[in-house]
């Protein structure tokens, strides 16, 4: 890994929101959950949550450069998912036209929170609106009544950005992410092929120089070259 990109990856770890996330709930289009990934990325997002349709259990064929960066938690019903993200404090705000329904941009997104996107076709579950604690809407002036899903989490996302960035939420000296997470996504993206060798024969990751080169003592090494 050249310090250049050891350095770049420092950065973006350091702009990590982890009081910031999304919940896709049954979103079955691969190029929708694909572009919300990649919005999440480009957002400062560590993590999202996803309750998968019964035929689609994993994520599968999204894009594998912002896959890399976003991690994804996955859980059974949106009852866990929900539970989970209040358990961390977070704000559960649900995209779902009604009469409490407040415009995205009167939310204070400077607060723990996560968004509830609905699927494609049916939108948030009845579920899902109940245990949320705010209905949110993306005003719209003409004829159609939603967006697709994928344009929706980054119009909600960039005013996240807008307010975190003015309240200097991006601007951190240290990452909010633990020691370990950061040495982890360190190693396995500056250097990706060792790291899959040493994850199939059970080996931990060694540390890494201030220039993100591997300090490992030869017993190590000899592990990963045995056939």
């Not at 950065?11 to 982890?18: D, E, F, G, H, P």
């Not at 999440?40 to 599968?60: E, N």
């Not at 490992?216 to 056939?227: G, L, N, R, V």
Request: charged residues 25%; proline residues 4%.
């Amino acid at each position: 890994m050249n310090l250049e990109r050891y350095q770049r990856i420092q950065q973006v770890l350091k702009a990590r929101q982890t009081d910031l996330t999304l919940c896709l709930e049954e979103v079955h289009k691969p190029n929708n959950v694909s572009a919300v990934i990649r919005s999440a990325d480009a957002t400062g997002l560590h993590k999202i949550h996803a309750v998968w349709p019964h035929r689609m259990r994993t994520l599968t064929h999204t894009s594998a450069g912002a896959r890399n960066w976003v991690e994804v938690d996955n859980h059974s019903s949106i009852a866990d998912a929900i539970q989970t993200l209040k358990a961390q404090g977070m704000q559960v705000l649900v995209t779902n036209l009604s009469d409490t329904a407040v415009d995205f941009r009167e939310i204070d997104y400077t607060k723990p929170t996560a968004i509830i996107l609905g699927g494609e076709k049916e939108g948030a579950s009845a579920q899902a609106k109940q245990l949320a604690d705010q209905d949110i809407i993306i005003p719209m002036v003409g004829m159609v009544q939603s967006l697709n899903v994928s344009v929706a989490s980054a119009v909600i996302l960039y005013e996240a950005q807008r307010q975190r960035e003015a309240a200097g939420m991006y601007n951190k000296e240290v990452s909010s992410l633990p020691e370990e997470v950061i040495h982890r996504i360190l190693f396995e993206r500056g250097h990706p092929v060792l790291a899959k060798v040493a994850k199939r024969k059970g080996l931990s990751y060694p540390p890494l120089d201030d220039e993100g080169q591997i300090i490992a003592d030869e017993a190590w090494w000899k592990e990963m070259q045995k056939a």
